[in-house]
């Protein structure tokens, strides 16, 4: 009777330590479970500093590209006038050569007149083409304004290469459009600037036009150079719509298919207007950037 009257007491013995016990767990669950929330955003807040930095590394450069192009294009502008006959035509082919040679990402420069036909370049197997139905001259005939850059959205050049042009309007006596003076960028030495933004192997990064067609991506992917990104929902329309100069991004990327942290920067001259901006996006793959901590 007595031995049966301990067992109560015994039990309460054995389940205080137990629900120590549980309770203790609980709490360093929570507290690990906690950890792992907070290193997971740190995470995330550190990569989408890092990456906002390297997008605006690529976007400090190409500003000061189009800073110097747009010097570059007036000084040939202003160069125009002495330019004429055949000694001109010499003396022009050779300045734009020399000029082309010492523009670090610029492929071509030419001059067209009002007509569309090239009349000087530093290539001279296109000087009389005619390129009036292309878009950079199209545009700036179209615009009219004479102290804008021109950007058109890439293109394959009548050479076979995938370029984008920058063009600025040539006036006339009274203001009026007589031609175009641009620029080609070379899209190798684009390719090694976003190159140089990539610290991890799941990385990419690609430049695009202001109005949607890519560029190109770094590493290269078959498809990619033309894409349009101007699509419902994908990076380049939100950022776009945002309205802001940049963005850092979750989800889908339209071009690829695959989860990533986007950052988006829209790049622009810091001294002249453009009629269109470029947009550059670096980004990391989801999977890859959380690797360490799922482990």
Partial sequence: MSTQGHKPHRRHEYLAPRLALAAGLLIAGCFIGYSMYQQHGRIGQRESE??????????????????????????IRKELPGWKGKSGTEL?????????DAMPGVRTIMIIDAAGSI?????????GQNVRYREYFQAPLKGQKLSALYISPPFKTILGNFVISIGLIIPGPNGEFNGVVSAA??????????????YAPDMWAALAHGDGRQFLMV?????????????????????????????????????TGDERMMALRTIRSGTVAMDKPLVVAVGRNMSALYADWRR
Avoid at 119 to 127: A, D, L, P, Y
Avoid at 220 to 228: N, Q, T
């Fill in 119 to 127: 009349t000087f370049c530093n290539r001279e197997q296109v000087i």
């Fill in 185 to 198: 960028l070379d899209p190798e030495y684009f390719r090694i600037l976003l190159g140089s933004v990539l």
């Fill in 50 to 75: 890092r990456l906002a930095i390297q997008a605006n590394v690529i976007n400090e450069n190409l500003g000061r590209q189009l800073d110097g192009i747009y010097l570059a294009l007036q000084g």
């Fill in 219 to 255: 590493p290269e992917r078959k498809g990619m150079a033309g894409l349009d990104l101007n699509r419902p929902g994908s990076f380049f329309t939100s950022h776009r719509e945002s309205g802001l100069e940049a963005n850092v991004m979750t989800g889908r990327v339209y071009a």
């Fill in 92 to 100: 022009a082919n050779r300045h734009l050569r020399a000029l082309a």
